[in-house]
């Protein structure tokens, strides 16, 4: 396994302002509606790789949200329950779940960034598993992600 540097920092595009920390965790696209249970804060589509997982305090990392634009209110009602990601990472600009984040953070005064990066930041990002930090905070300026306690290939989250 190649250990990445505990100094390592990306850069991405801030969606959505704040700051978070957690353990990422890399799935393929999700639909909120139907795929989360915002309650128990769990993973509930069967035909989704991440069947079980919670997203509770990660950071995850998706490529794009798959389906319906109801993901954006089961998002906010997750974050509202404490059930949701800390912060979200994306290869594409998604709309529907950066709506549902900015009416939680609006609505119940929490704190969770989303950030698009590159193709290849994405890749990298995607790659290992570690804790990561996002800070955001500055819409004018590249998000900063800050990967620590990284390796390479590990998926065991």
């Known amino acids: 396994m190649t250990m990445i540097s505990p100094t390592t920092v990306l850069a991405g595009q801030v969606l959505v302002p704040g700051r ?3 353990l990422a965790i890399a799935l393929p696209p999700l639909s909120f509606w139907g795929g989360y249970d915002a309650e128990r804060g769990m993973i ?7 069947y079980g997982q919670s997203l509770k305090g990660r950071i995850l990392v998706m490529a794009r949200a ?3 634009s109801s993901s954006s209110s089961v998002l906010a009602e997750a974050l509202r329950n404490g059930t949701g990601p800390s912060g979200i ?4 600009r998604d709309l529907i779940l950066a709506i549902g984040v900015i009416a939680a953070n609006e609505l119940y005064a929490l704190d969770v960034p989303v950030v698009s990066v590159g193709e290849n930041v994405f890749a990298q990002i995607a790659s290992f598993t570690a804790t990561l930090e ?10 900063s992600i800050y990967v620590k306690d990284s390796e390479e290939g590990r998926h065991d989250a």
């Open 134 to 143: 996002i800070d955001a905070c500055d819409a004018a300026r590249p998000a």
């Open 44 to 50: 509930i589509d069967k035909t989704h790789s991440g």
């Open 89 to 92: 990472i994306l290869a594409e």
């Open 20 to 22: 978070a920390s957690g």
């Open 66 to 68: 798959r389906g319906s």
